[in-house]
């Protein structure tokens, strides 16, 4: 920001906010002038002014990744994960389409048991007794409820993940996990190559010049509201080359390697004493391309991968009644109108973040998201291409369309660095479609049609 009040903005921001889409379901309004300035010859000229447009406000999208927040704008970043994984597995946006032959793996893990909750569970495509209980004297727990259960619960039952006794079930442990499972991945990322080094029979400097761990993963609530991860990972050469790694590191020792490092614990101190937090027994990995999906039968190819990740990049916790935005007094949880154990994690959130507890911020700020205030989606360096290079390349290629010839600077010069933009009276109008424009419906409509696009798309 300069004296005067003006700012200088880079050719290429320009370009990602001149004319947007604005198919966005609520995009921010502003309003304002962008001028050039020749640095040579101290002259000015308009190259930009919202006043040309209508309503007289530029319509920014909000880039909301949420899908219950922002259908449009969701869609467009799901769509980017997807071609983000997907160049991770099979190449293409410039990695080469050798790296289908490196090893790599799509590996699940998941929290340990709280308790007894309400579950699908499958042998082939038979659905099993959820706890079946024959003996009387063992169905009831120390609070005297039943915790038999000898339904064949349907796909999308809403008992599905609910504990058999909420007085039993340990929502502290639930929490807490939920609160560190960003860390205890971490811990996971740290061990992996040196797991892989003991298997290897090499030294973790011998295998740090051979070898780079690399992954994207998403974080997903279960039903019963901790979150599990998925990954790819995958095994290259150091480098930005996207080299194979040597012979010896093969999918099958890197899934002996994520099975051991699954095991790492996180100590966490509460309540006078170290709870060790750690995954569930039930790490499920599998070697991308030469496996299938249990519950489909389909062989794991890289789209139906691609596809799986992306779909959980853009959600969040998708239950009814819980609240989308933070919590901000205890007396709002009891008049939440969600379950009862969505509530019961949410309050215990609540209470952790007490100064007689923890005192620790994290947890009332995502009590709301039962504990868990992590990213959805994260990726180590070097995955594949990233979001920016994504949308960089969407933009250019819009603007080459517009520009046939190559961009002109306000004087008919090809751009270079002796001209800059200067914002003039950029301001904040608003978010939210104008009335004045007729830009809301056709947003409404082209938000509905992307979303059946994707639908199609996913469906496959
Ligand atoms: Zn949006
Ligand atoms: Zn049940
Ligand atoms: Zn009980």
């Given at each position: 920001?300069?004296?005067?009040?003006?700012?200088?903005?880079?050719?290429?921001?320009?370009?990602?906010?001149?004319?947007?889409?604005?198919?966005?379901?609520?995009?921010?309004?502003?309003?304002?002038?962008?001028?050039a300035l020749d640095l040579a010859t101290g002259e000015l000229a308009?190259?930009?002014?919202?006043?040309?447009?209508?309503?007289?406000?530029?319509?920014?999208?909000?880039?909301?990744?949420?899908?219950?927040?922002?259908?449009?704008?969701?869609?467009?970043?799901?769509?980017?994960?997807?071609?983000?994984?997907?160049?991770?597995?099979?190449?293409?946006?410039?990695?080469?389409?050798?790296?289908?032959?490196?090893?790599?793996?799509?590996?699940?893990?998941?929290?340990?048991?709280?308790?007894?909750?309400?579950?699908?569970?499958?042998?082939?495509?038979?659905?099993?007794?959820?706890?079946?209980?024959?003996?009387?004297?063992?169905?009831?727990?120390?609070?005297?409820?039943?915790?038999?259960?000898?339904?064949?619960?349907?796909?999308?039952?809403?008992?599905?993940?609910?504990?058999?006794?909420?007085?039993?079930?340990?929502?502290?442990?639930?929490?807490?996990?939920?609160?560190?499972?960003?860390?205890?991945?971490?811990?996971?990322?740290?061990?992996?190559?040196?797991?892989?080094?003991?298997?290897?029979?090499?030294?973790?400097?011998?295998?740090?010049?051979?070898?780079?761990?690399?992954?994207?993963?998403?974080?997903?609530?279960?039903?019963?509201?901790?979150?599990?991860?998925?990954?790819?990972?995958?095994?290259?050469?150091?480098?930005?080359?996207?080299?194979?790694?040597?012979?010896?590191?093969?999918?099958?020792?890197?899934?002996?390697?994520?099975?051991?490092?699954?095991?790492?614990?996180?100590?966490?101190?509460?309540?006078?004493?170290?709870?060790?937090?750690?995954?569930?027994?039930?790490?499920?990995?599998?070697?991308?391309?030469?496996?299938?999906?249990?519950?489909?039968?389909?062989?794991?190819?890289?789209?139906?991968?691609?596809?799986?990740?992306?779909?959980?990049?853009?959600?969040?916790?998708?239950?009814?009644?819980?609240?989308?935005?933070?919590?901000?007094?205890?007396?709002?949880?009891?008049?939440?109108?969600?379950?009862?154990?969505?509530?019961?994690?949410?309050?215990?959130?609540?209470?952790?973040?007490?100064?007689?507890?923890?005192?620790?911020?994290?947890?009332?700020?995502?009590?709301?998201?039962?504990?868990?205030?992590?990213?959805?989606?994260?990726?180590?360096?070097?995955?594949?291409?990233?979001?920016?290079?994504?949308?960089?390349?969407?933009?250019?290629?819009?603007?080459?369309?517009?520009?046939?010839?190559?961009?002109?600077?306000?004087w008919?010069?090809?751009?270079?660095?002796t001209v800059?933009?200067?914002?003039?009276?950029?301001?904040?109008?608003?978010?939210?479609?104008?009335?004045?424009?007729?830009?809301?419906?056709?947003?409404?409509?082209?938000?509905?049609?992307?979303?059946?696009?994707?639908?199609?798309?996913?469906?496959?």
């Amino acid at each position: 920001m300069t004296a005067d009040g003006t700012m200088t903005v880079s050719w290429a921001d320009f370009r990602a906010w001149e004319r947007q889409l604005t198919t966005c379901t609520h995009p921010i309004r502003l309003r304002g002038r962008i001028d050039a300035l020749d640095l040579a010859t101290g002259e000015l000229a308009p190259v930009y002014d919202t006043a040309a447009e209508d309503g007289g406000v530029l319509h920014v999208a909000c880039g909301n990744r949420r899908e219950t927040v922002c259908p449009a704008c969701s869609a467009v970043y799901k769509r980017d994960a997807r071609q983000l994984v997907r160049a991770g597995l099979a190449g293409g946006k410039g990695i080469p389409e050798t790296i289908t032959a490196h090893p790599c793996v799509f590996a699940t893990l998941t929290a340990p048991s709280f308790g007894p909750v309400h579950a699908r569970r499958m042998r082939g495509k038979t659905v099993l007794p959820c706890h079946p209980r024959r003996d009387a004297n063992a169905r009831r727990c120390h609070h005297g409820r039943d915790i038999s259960c000898p339904t064949r619960h349907a796909e999308g039952d809403p008992r599905l993940g609910q504990p058999m006794c909420g007085d039993c079930y340990d929502y502290t442990s639930a929490v807490l996990f939920n609160a560190y499972a960003g860390d205890l991945w971490r811990r996971f990322v740290t061990y992996l190559p040196r797991r892989l080094a003991r298997l290897a029979g090499v030294t973790q400097k011998m295998l740090h010049a051979q070898l780079s761990v690399r992954f994207v993963k998403v974080a997903e609530y279960q039903a019963r509201g901790v979150v599990h991860f998925h990954a790819v990972i995958r095994l290259d050469a150091p480098g930005e080359d996207y080299q194979p790694p040597p012979a010896a590191y093969t999918a099958d020792l890197l899934c002996d390697a994520i099975d051991q490092a699954a095991a790492v614990a996180l100590p966490v101190e509460h309540g006078g004493q170290v709870l060790m937090l750690g995954f569930g027994t039930q790490t499920d990995r599998r070697p991308v391309r030469h496996d299938t999906i249990v519950s489909t039968g389909k062989p794991l190819d890289v789209d139906a991968v691609a596809n799986y990740i992306a779909k959980y990049a853009t959600k969040t916790l998708h239950a009814p009644g819980v609240p989308d935005t933070r919590i901000r007094h205890a007396a709002e949880i009891p008049g939440l109108r969600c379950s009862a154990h969505y509530r019961a994690m949410i309050s215990t959130a609540w209470d952790l973040g007490s100064r007689q507890a923890t005192g620790e911020a994290r947890f009332r700020q995502w009590a709301h998201m039962l504990g868990y205030g992590g990213h959805f989606l994260t990726k180590s360096r070097r995955y594949s291409v990233t979001f920016g290079q994504l949308r960089a390349a969407r933009t250019s290629y819009r603007r080459a369309q517009r520009h046939p010839g190559g961009e002109r600077d306000p004087w008919g010069r090809p751009l270079d660095e002796t001209v800059v933009l200067i914002l003039s009276t950029w301001t904040y109008a608003g978010t939210g479609h104008s009335t004045a424009t007729p830009g809301a419906e056709l947003a409404t409509a082209s938000a509905a049609r992307a979303r059946e696009h994707h639908g199609q798309a996913t469906t496959r």
